[in-house]
């Protein structure tokens, strides 16, 4: 939910569609710079979110962001990024910061993946607050190290036992990433391929958006839902399935328009069995 016109306006534009769960940026999404969120800000966007019973709240961390990027100047803004969004969030009372994890820049996936680790390492030492992370599958394109369970796995098992690294399910970015979401067999595979690499139990939020891009395709086009590649039966199936849905649900689909965003809560809830 955009933040224009200040955090308390998110609440106002999701109450006006109908939500009951919410994600933001504290920032602009496509900048490093950030300012504090006023205080005035925060006591009135907890009271909102609490008045109508909008629950959670994700914050989302900047595009920009690359835990794995082989610059090492890179790497300290992107974790002192994060480690803003993780006291923000705190701040705010949301349940958890969504960050995508970054690329490795040709230098190679354990290089990349050590990178993660030693990042988001850093960042938990500078913010012991409780509010968890959650690494973001992406859609694979060039050198992500985000799109695969096993990858995302490998990040997860350095902090083993640590329950503040979760994991979120973008349905585009797994399904443009090579995972079959439309078929029962497909949805199975996958997610047995999840409990093997990650566990189940990592898994707090799915990002429902449906995709541009087909099926492996590595391209990261959201479309609405029931409207892209994915189609109705694939969110039919993810709704009706235990693991998935009882979690909270976000749409990241395309445009402002608040008829549209509407009318894709509606067709998710039309699943709900
Ligand atoms: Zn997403």
Wanted: some cysteine; overall charge negative; aromatic content about 4%.
């Amino acid at each position: 939910m955009s933040i224009t016109g200040g955090l308390p306006k998110a609440v106002d534009r999701a109450v006006e569609r109908g939500c009951e769960a919410m994600q933001v940026f504290v920032s602009n999404p496509r900048g490093w710079k950030h300012s504090d969120i006023l205080p005035s800000d925060i006591a009135a966007f907890r009271a909102r979110c609490e008045e109508e019973g909008i629950n959670p709240v994700f914050v989302h961390t900047i595009y920009l962001i690359n835990l794995a990027a082989p610059s090492p100047e890179i790497r300290e803004r992107s974790t002192d990024a994060l480690v803003m969004n993780m006291r923000a969030a705190a701040a705010l009372g949301s349940s958890a910061v969504v960050t995508h994890v970054g690329s490795h820049g040709g230098e190679g996936e354990d290089i990349g993946i050590a990178r993660v680790v030693a990042s988001l390492q850093a960042a938990f030492a500078r913010c012991e607050g409780p509010v968890p992370i959650l690494l973001e599958t992406t859609a694979g394109s060039g050198n992500s190290v985000g799109h695969g369970f096993s990858q995302l796995g490998r990040i997860v098992k350095a902090f083993a036992g640590d329950v503040r690294l979760g994991l979120c399910l973008d349905t585009c970015h797994a399904f443009a990433a090579g995972y079959e979401l439309r078929t029962e067999q497909g949805l199975r595979e996958t997610l047995e391929e999840l409990e093997r690499e990650v566990g189940l139990e990592r898994l707090k939020l799915i990002h429902a958006n449906d995709s541009k891009g087909d099926l492996g395709s590595r391209l990261d086009r959201h479309e609405h839902i029931g409207e892209g590649k994915l189609g109705k039966g694939a969110f039919a199936l993810m709704a009706g399935h235990p693991a998935l849905g009882d979690l909270p649900w976000i749409l990241e689909t395309p445009g402002r328009s608040a008829d549209m965003d509407r009318e894709n809560l509606r067709r998710l809830r039309s699943f709900v069995p």
